[in-house]
């Protein structure tokens, strides 16, 4: 697992450590000294704490002109045991939310487990970004971990979006796309 970096390929266009308006801002990574880890393992030290001790992130672009912001998690999602997702809420949602930021993309590809509980806090982030026009959408998800989200019911505050090539997207266009697919997706429910 220590070989898993978080995406890089942005950070000329966006550092979180450098932005001043970023929870992240300020924080220091060493490229060779490996302190956290997950089951016992070790993760690349650029993957950044928020509060949760089987949840790690990176936050690898925030736009605050267009609201919009894009973040990598690895380890155990742990709603049940550890209320990851209280964490994940007050620590980097909420800072982002009050900087402007009302759509989030998730990428979930190294989310190993999860583990849910109630849906409360999915429910408030859904209604801090709504009332703005926004969105959350948690892309490329585990199979396993899909259904564990979809079984705690949190499919209802959250956008689902597999097998999205954001990668090879620049962010600007990126955040276009899944406007127009949420944009046709709402239009299909109605």
């Known amino acids: ?32 000294q490996f302190s956290n ?38 380890g ?24 402007g930021i009302n759509k989030f993309m998730v990428v979930c590809e190294n989310v190993l487990n999860f583990h849910g509980s109630d849906d409360c806090y999915y429910e408030q982030w859904y209604e801090d970004v709504a009332e703005e026009d926004g969105w959350i959408c948690f892309a490329n998800l ?8 979809i079984q705690t019911c949190i499919q209802a505050y959250i956008n689902i979006i597999n097998d999205i090539t954001w990668r090879k997207q620049k962010p600007e266009l990126l955040r276009q796309l899944l406007e127009n697919y949420l944009a046709g997706r709402r239009m299909e429910l109605n």
């Open 1 to 32: 697992m220590h070989d898993i970096e978080p995406f890089y390929l942005w950070s000329e266009k966006y550092s979180a450590s450098e932005d001043e308006r970023s929870p992240f801002y300020g924080r220091e990574h060493s490229e060779f």
């Open 37 to 74: 880890t997950i089951y016992n393992y070790y993760i690349h030290p650029q993957w950044d704490e928020f509060g949760s001790s089987t949840l790690y992130i990176k936050l690898i672009y925030a736009d605050y002109e267009d609201g919009f912001a894009v973040m990598e998690l690895i």
């Open 76 to 99: 155990e999602w742990n709603d049940c045991l550890h209320n990851d997702i209280m964490f994940l809420k007050e620590n980097v949602i909420n800072p982002l939310l009050s900087e």
């Open 142 to 149: 585990l199979e396993h971990v899909e259904n564990e989200m």
